[in-house]
C-alpha cells in the first residue's frame, strides 16, 4: 500500500474501535449543509505507472519552464549546490531540539553563526536563534514591544506585507490591543504626517517594513523619531534581506525581524521558511524563542550553550515570552552555509545584480505607453507599475510567453487596480525582462 497506508481492513477496524460503521458518522457533528458532496474532480483510479506516467507529465509542464517575476515576500534566488550538500549531512537532521548541549555541539554553534550573521546584516546587538517565518516574527516583534513598553496600542504601516497585517491582527485579536493602520504617502511609503497624527502616550510601537511591500525603501530614522518622540518603540520587518547588502541597515530601529528565505532557502510552495528576529541587548530578557551563547568549559575550551530558552516548554507558560514558537534550525543553518558562501562582497555583488536588473525594467516598461510607475520612492529589486487595460490579461500574455508576470495588487488594495508588483532577482535574464516590455507593448496596442 505505497500511496494508501491504511487498508479497507484497517480503515474498518479503527471504526469499530470508535465504535462507528461509517466513516461519514466521523463529521456528523459538520452541519449537512457544509459537508461536501459528491467526489472530488481526481483523475484515477490509476496504477502504479499510471500514478508516475501522471507525475511525469505534470513535472514537464511545471513552472521550471517559466521565469518568476513574483517576489511578495517571497522571492527566487540561486542557491549554490554546496547549501544542499552540508545541510544533507546526517549529523544535522538528528538533533532537532538541543535540549542536551553536550550532545548537541554542532546544533548550537550553527544557530549562533545564524544570530551573528543576522545581527551583523541588521545592525542590532543580539539576535535570537530563528522564529517559523517573517510574517510569525513580526507578530512576535509587536507582542515583544507591547512587553518592553506596557503600552497596549499599535501602528501599523498599509505598506506592510498585507498577510504580516493579517497575522499580527489573528495573534491579537483577543488580546484587548488597538491597532491603527497608517496609509502611504504618494511616494509608496508611510504617510509621516499621518502617522504622527496617529500615535499618543498609549502607542506600544510603529510596525513598518523596509523595502515594504510595493518594494520601496521607507525612511526607518525619520519614522524612528516620530515613534521614539512619543515614547514608542520602531519594529522594522524585512522581507528581502538581500536589499541589506546595498541598503543602510535599520540601526535606529529597535527591533529588526522578518523572512530569511532569500539565504539559501527555496520558494518550495510557500515553505517552510525562516524567521529572524534582532534588537537591542537591554530588550533581550524579553526576546521570544531561543538564544545560544558561546562560553568556555573548566578547561577553557570554546563550547555553546542555550543561553535564553524563555518558552512554555521550559519556564511556565504565564512567564513565557512565546507559548508558540520555536526556531527553524535546518533552514536557519541554510540561510548561514549560504551568507558564509557568498561573503559580504559576494553578498554586495549579488544585491546589484538585483539592483540593477530591477531598474533596468522598470526603465524599459517607462517608455511603453499607457504605463506609469506610480510610486517615486527609491526601490531594491521590485516595483509597481501601473498597466494599460486589464492587469490580469496582462498576466495571462505574460504566461503565455512562460513568463510569471508578478501580482495584481487590486486584491489586496482595491484602489490599485491595474496595478502588478513585479520582482526581477538575479535568476531574470535580460532577454527575459526585453521579452516581457515586448508583451506589455502589444497589449498597450490591444487595449488602444
Same mark, same amino acid.
Given at each position: 500500500?505505497?500511496?494508501?497506508?491504511?487498508?479497507?481492513?484497517?480503515?474498518?477496524?479503527?471504526?469499530?474501535?470508535?465504535? +462507528?460503521?461509517?466513516?461519514?458518522? #466521523?463529521?456528523?457533528?459538520?452541519?449537512?449543509?457544509?459537508?461536501?458532496?459528491?467526489?472530488?474532480?481526481?483523475?484515477?483510479?490509476?496504477?502504479?505507472?499510471?500514478?508516475?506516467?501522471?507525475?511525469?507529465?505534470?513535472?514537464?509542464?511545471?513552472?521550471?519552464?517559466?521565469?518568476?517575476?513574483?517576489?511578495?515576500?517571497?522571492?527566487? +534566488?540561486?542557491?549554490?549546490?554546496?547549501?544542499?550538500?552540508?545541510?544533507?549531512?546526517?549529523?544535522?537532521?538528528?538533533?532537532?531540539?538541543?535540549?542536551?548541549?553536550?550532545?548537541?555541539?554542532? %546544533?548550537?554553534?550553527?544557530?549562533?553563526?545564524?544570530?551573528? #550573521?543576522?545581527?551583523?546584516? !541588521?545592525?542590532?546587538?543580539?539576535?535570537?536563534?530563528?522564529?517559523?517565518?517573517?510574517?510569525?516574527?513580526? @507578530?512576535?516583534?509587536?507582542?515583544?514591544?507591547?512587553? $518592553?513598553?506596557?503600552?497596549?496600542? /499599535?501602528?501599523?504601516?498599509?505598506? #506592510?506585507?498585507?498577510?504580516?497585517?493579517?497575522?499580527?491582527?489573528?495573534?491579537?485579536?483577543?488580546?484587548?490591543?488597538?491597532?491603527?493602520?497608517?496609509?502611504?504617502?504618494?511616494?509608496?511609503?508611510?504617510?509621516?504626517? =499621518?502617522?504622527?497624527?496617529?500615535?499618543?502616550?498609549? %502607542?506600544?510601537?510603529?510596525?513598518?517594513?523596509?523595502?515594504?511591500?510595493?518594494?520601496?525603501?521607507?525612511?526607518?530614522?525619520?519614522?524612528?523619531?516620530?515613534?521614539?518622540? +512619543?515614547?514608542? /518603540? *520602531?519594529?522594522?520587518?524585512?522581507?528581502?534581506? #538581500?536589499?541589506?547588502?546595498?541598503?543602510?541597515?535599520?540601526?535606529?530601529?529597535?527591533?529588526?525581524?522578518?523572512?530569511?528565505?532569500?539565504?539559501? $532557502?527555496?520558494?518550495?510552495?510557500?515553505?517552510?521558511?525562516?524567521?529572524?528576529?534582532? !534588537?537591542?541587548?537591554?530588550?533581550?530578557?524579553?526576546?521570544?524563542?531561543?538564544?545560544?551563547?558561546?562560553?568556555?568549559?573548566?578547561?577553557?575550551? &570554546?563550547?555553546?550553550?542555550?543561553?535564553?530558552?524563555?518558552?512554555?516548554?521550559?519556564?511556565?507558560?504565564?512567564?513565557?515570552?512565546?507559548?508558540?514558537?520555536?526556531?527553524?534550525?535546518?533552514?536557519?543553518? @541554510?540561510?548561514?552555509?549560504? *551568507?558564509?558562501?557568498?561573503? =559580504?562582497?559576494?553578498? &554586495?555583488?549579488?544585491?546589484?545584480?538585483?539592483?540593477? =536588473?530591477?531598474?533596468?525594467?522598470?526603465?524599459?516598461?517607462?517608455? $511603453?505607453?499607457?504605463?506609469?510607475?506610480?510610486?517615486?520612492?527609491?526601490?531594491?529589486?521590485?516595483?509597481? $507599475?501601473?498597466?494599460?487595460?486589464?492587469?490580469?490579461?496582462?498576466?495571462?500574455?505574460?504566461?503565455?510567453?512562460?513568463?510569471?508576470?508578478? /501580482?495584481?495588487?487590486?486584491?489586496?488594495?482595491?484602489?490599485?487596480?491595474?496595478?502588478?508588483?513585479?520582482?526581477?532577482?538575479?535568476?531574470?535574464?535580460?532577454?527575459?525582462?526585453?521579452?516581457?516590455?515586448?508583451?506589455?507593448?502589444?497589449?498597450?496596442?490591444?487595449?488602444?
Amino acid at each position: 500500500m505505497r500511496y494508501l497506508p491504511n487498508s479497507h481492513a484497517d480503515r474498518q477496524a479503527m471504526l469499530r474501535a470508535t465504535g +462507528h460503521t461509517h466513516t461519514d458518522e #466521523l463529521f456528523a457533528q459538520i452541519p449537512a449543509e457544509l459537508r461536501f458532496k459528491g467526489r472530488l474532480k481526481l483523475p484515477g483510479p490509476l496504477s502504479e505507472s499510471e500514478i508516475q506516467d501522471y507525475f511525469q507529465q505534470a513535472a514537464a509542464e511545471s513552472s521550471r519552464e517559466f521565469t518568476s517575476l513574483l517576489g511578495a515576500g517571497a522571492y527566487s +534566488h540561486y542557491r549554490p549546490v554546496v547549501v544542499d550538500s552540508l545541510l544533507s549531512r546526517g549529523e544535522f537532521f538528528t538533533a532537532y531540539t538541543p535540549y542536551q548541549a553536550e550532545i548537541a555541539q554542532g %546544533t548550537l554553534q550553527a544557530m549562533f553563526e545564524f544570530q551573528t #550573521l543576522m545581527a551583523q546584516l !541588521t545592525g542590532q546587538e543580539v539576535s535570537n536563534a530563528s522564529l517559523y517565518d517573517g510574517s510569525t516574527a513580526t @507578530a512576535e516583534a509587536a507582542l515583544m514591544a507591547m512587553r $518592553v513598553t506596557g503600552r497596549r496600542k /499599535l501602528a501599523l504601516a498599509r505598506t #506592510l506585507h498585507p498577510e504580516y497585517r493579517q497575522i499580527i491582527r489573528t495573534y491579537l485579536q483577543h488580546q484587548d490591543v488597538e491597532l491603527a493602520e497608517i496609509p502611504y504617502a504618494a511616494t509608496g511609503q508611510i504617510d509621516l504626517a =499621518k502617522l504622527e497624527a496617529a500615535l499618543d502616550s498609549g %502607542t506600544a510601537a510603529v510596525v513598518i517594513q523596509s523595502p515594504n511591500f510595493f518594494g520601496a525603501f521607507e525612511s526607518a530614522s525619520q519614522v524612528a523619531a516620530i515613534a521614539h518622540r +512619543h515614547g514608542a /518603540l *520602531l519594529v522594522v520587518a524585512v522581507t528581502e534581506p #538581500l536589499s541589506l547588502a546595498v541598503a543602510r541597515p535599520p540601526a535606529d530601529a529597535d527591533i529588526v525581524c522578518g523572512e530569511a528565505q532569500s539565504f539559501g $532557502v527555496p520558494v518550495t510552495f510557500g515553505g517552510p521558511y525562516v524567521g529572524f528576529l534582532t !534588537t537591542h541587548e537591554k530588550f533581550l530578557r524579553q526576546l521570544p524563542g531561543r538564544l545560544v551563547g558561546q562560553t568556555v568549559d573548566t578547561e577553557g575550551r &570554546r563550547g555553546f550553550v542555550l543561553t535564553l530558552a524563555t518558552r512554555e516548554q521550559h519556564i511556565r507558560r504565564e512567564k513565557a515570552t512565546s507559548n508558540i514558537c520555536t526556531n527553524q534550525s535546518l533552514c536557519a543553518l @541554510a540561510a548561514a552555509i549560504y *551568507l558564509c558562501l557568498l561573503g =559580504k562582497a559576494g553578498l &554586495r555583488q549579488l544585491a546589484e545584480q538585483n539592483l540593477s =536588473k530591477a531598474h533596468y525594467a522598470a526603465g524599459q516598461l517607462r517608455e $511603453v505607453p499607457g504605463m506609469a510607475m506610480p510610486f517615486a520612492a527609491p526601490f531594491f529589486n521590485e516595483f509597481v $507599475v501601473k498597466v494599460p487595460g486589464d492587469a490580469e490579461g496582462l498576466l495571462e500574455d505574460l504566461k503565455a510567453e512562460k513568463i510569471i508576470g508578478g /501580482l495584481n495588487l487590486e486584491e489586496h488594495y482595491p484602489e490599485l487596480a491595474n496595478h502588478v508588483l513585479m520582482c526581477c532577482t538575479e535568476l531574470v535574464s535580460r532577454e527575459v525582462i526585453d521579452r516581457m516590455v515586448k508583451v506589455c507593448r502589444n497589449a498597450e496596442v490591444r487595449v488602444l
